[in-house]
């Protein structure tokens, strides 16, 4: 849910925009009718209509009876409060009343309805000012009292004022009709109040849909160039992966077809050094895969910093020699003589910089490699390594992407000097998971230096735990134990024979899990160990592993069972383990790693690994 919002934030920002506006609209629409009907019934004319009708309700002579307060004693009085208080209401007004003028600027009330006792009190209230509207009237000429005018004084009132005439024609009183204006006042704040959020409104709309537009332009524009990168990334891949395949075939057949023993010796190393290669390349695919997914976690082994220097120098000398480059390392005071890191993906990081620098740089170019110490925070230290080359330099616009996935330098560089254009973006991932950062600085023509830091530690007690970890690469001898091999491919069976007999075991096979769970239901107590493969026609690795855990055999639970596949994520470990294995080994087999999982399970003798 939280990934559909993420991933359509532009469609849910304009959906939930254009709703809104379209609530606003329905409810603006509806306080708008609101507000027509009322202001039709209570139009300033309508008011005036009205008072001129009321000038009729009172006579003249009937008016002139009333002139004192004692005079509201009268029947009559009341009668003529009756016939206002009908009027109003028939007229929908709140009050209907009768003035007249006193000649002193100011009038007085007369009669009224009897809507409110509190205010109108007729003749027993004090004179008024006369106002613009009454004195209009009685100037002769109707008039209605502007909107909110009357507000401060009366509470909200708009009032029509028409002249009453005696029978020479002359203005005797006047008579007033008042409605409130407060809804009218409010309609109007309503409206202008709504009319800046429909604005706003409107405006939101417009941004989002402009800001969705323009997004969507950008995603576009990205995804575009990322499907380039890719297909071109899979046409290297493709490439990359074939020419060591090729080779790999060719070489088979002149190896089969050569009656030259010398011959087929030097075909078989030329096969093993092209699937190195190709084992390095899916290496580094899966890598960074592994780093992006968040699922690569370093290892960290005690290590001597001379040493691990040493085997990035005999990793480079051939590619060094061949192009009779001039290579130094330089190691500055101060650095530890003993660390804690992750000596393989640092080694990794340094020869695919240095590898770089080989491959970019002409015949006797220098090349070199600087080790030293910028902090330390107590074990903690901050290392910086600086390889430097006087190679052809990167182009100034190159920099920017070239620690980006799939990048290279240009198409003409990728031609000419091959690669994968995944090195500095593994790199860059791992001096960051280092807690480092990596960076260039380049001339075209004159050459580039890459400097990345990590932060690794100082280590104490490293020659003992060095011990240790050495003892851990040794190849136990497994005479006298008996190893069930459950696995489908011939191929690999000869391979993992080839290796379990020179270390004195005993191999059964099986050619599937079905076959494997029966081979060792007819005999548990014969095996010490089951090499299972996951993948298998019939009953795959995981299934026939929880067969045999779910049996009634002596030793279902203990009996040590190893995935051994060419499936080497860390959610393949993690299944493997969560059915019931001991342990992991991925395909091909690394001799350390082999090594490592028979020490922990046989620890007892040992051979000196044979790689
Ligand atoms: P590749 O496998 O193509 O070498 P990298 O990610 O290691 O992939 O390098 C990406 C690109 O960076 C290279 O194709 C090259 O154009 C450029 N590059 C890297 N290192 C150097 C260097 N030392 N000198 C010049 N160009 C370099």
Same mark, same amino acid.
């Given at each position: ?25 329905? #409810? ?182 402009? /800001? ?83 699922? /690569? ?42 660390? #804690? ?60 992407? /070239? ?209």
């Amino acid at each position: 849910m939280k990934q559909f919002f993420k991933n359509n934030s532009i469609i849910v920002l304009f959906l939930v925009s254009a709703l809104a506006v379209l609530f606003l609209a329905v #409810y603006v629409n509806s306080l708008m009718r609101d507000a027509m009907t009322m202001l039709a019934y209570n139009t300033e004319e309508r008011l005036l209509a009205v008072a001129r009708s009321a000038t009729d309700l009172v006579s003249v002579e009937e008016l002139e009876e009333f002139q004192v307060p004692e005079d509201m004693e009268q029947p009559l009085y009341s009668e003529i409060k009756a016939r206002l208080s009908a009027f109003s209401a028939e007229s929908n007004v709140m009050y209907t009343y009768y003035m007249r003028d006193l000649g002193t600027g100011q009038y007085q009330f007369i009669v009224d309805n009897d809507y409110d006792p509190a205010w109108m009190v007729g003749l027993e209230s004090d004179p008024v000012d006369a106002e613009p509207a009454p004195l209009s009237a009685m100037g002769g000429v109707a008039a209605v009292s502007d909107v909110g005018d009357y507000s401060d004084n009366w509470d909200g009132i708009l009032a029509a004022y028409a002249p009453v005439y005696d029978a020479n024609g002359e203005v005797a009183a006047i008579v007033g009709v008042d409605i409130s204006d407060e809804q009218i006042v409010q309609t109007q704040k309503n409206v202008k109040t709504l009319s800046y959020v429909l604005l706003g409104a409107m405006a939101t709309v417009m941004a989002s849909g402009f /800001l969705g537009f323009f997004l969507y332009k950008r995603k576009a524009r990205l995804s575009q160039a990322a499907n380039l990168a890719k297909g071109q990334f899979l046409s290297r891949m493709s490439h990359e992966i074939r020419t060591p395949l090729n080779a790999i075939i060719g070489l088979c057949r002149m190896a089969q077809n050569s009656d030259d023993p010398a011959k087929k010796q030097e075909h078989l190393q030329n096969i093993s050094i092209s699937s190195t290669h190709l084992l390095h390349l899916v290496n580094d695919i899966l890598d960074l895969s592994k780093i992006e997914e968040g699922k /690569l976690e370093l290892d960290v082994v005690p290590s001597v910093t001379q040493e691990e220097l040493d085997k990035i120098a005999v990793i480079m000398a051939p590619q060094v020699a061949a192009k009779n480059q001039n290579f130094t390392m330089r190691v500055a005071p101060g650095v530890p003589e003993y660390v #804690y890191c992750d000596n393989h993906h640092l080694r990794q990081i340094i020869v695919n910089l240095l590898s770089n620098a080989v491959k970019f740089t002409p015949e006797n170019g220098q090349i070199t490699l600087d080790l030293c110490l910028l902090d330390e925070r107590g074990d903690d230290i901050e290392c910086e390594f600086k390889i430097r080359d006087s190679g052809i330099g990167i182009a100034p616009e190159q920099i920017e992407k /070239l620690f980006d996935p799939f990048e290279q330098g240009d198409g003409s560089t990728t031609r000419k000097y091959g690669g994968s254009g995944l090195g500095l973006a593994i790199a860059k991932q791992l001096v960051e998971l280092m807690n480092g950062h990596i960076h260039v600085q380049s001339t075209p023509g004159k050459g580039s230096v890459f400097t990345f830091t990590v932060w690794i530690k100082r280590a104490k007690d490293a020659q003992k735990e060095l011990e240790r970890e050495t003892e851990k690469t040794e190849m136990p001898d497994l005479s006298g134990k008996r190893i069930l091999l459950v696995e489908d491919s011939q191929i690999n069976q000869m391979i993992a024979e080839d290796m379990f007999v020179s270390l004195g075991a005993e191999i059964d096979t099986a050619q599937n899990g079905s076959e494997g769970t029966q081979q060792y239901l007819r005999n548990p107590s014969a095996y010490d160990l089951i090499l299972m493969d996951i993948q298998m026609p019939v009953m795959d690795g995981y299934e026939a592993t929880k067969v045999i855990r779910t049996s009634d055999a002596p030793n279902a639970q203990t009996i040590p069972i190893i995935a051994m596949t060419a499936n080497v994520f860390k959610e393949d470990i993690d299944k493997a383990k969560a059915c019931g294995m001991d342990g992991h080994l991925g395909k091909p087999f690394d001799t350390n790693a082999v090594a490592a999982t028979l020490h922990a399970l046989f620890a007892d003798k040992r051979k000196p690994v044979s790689d």
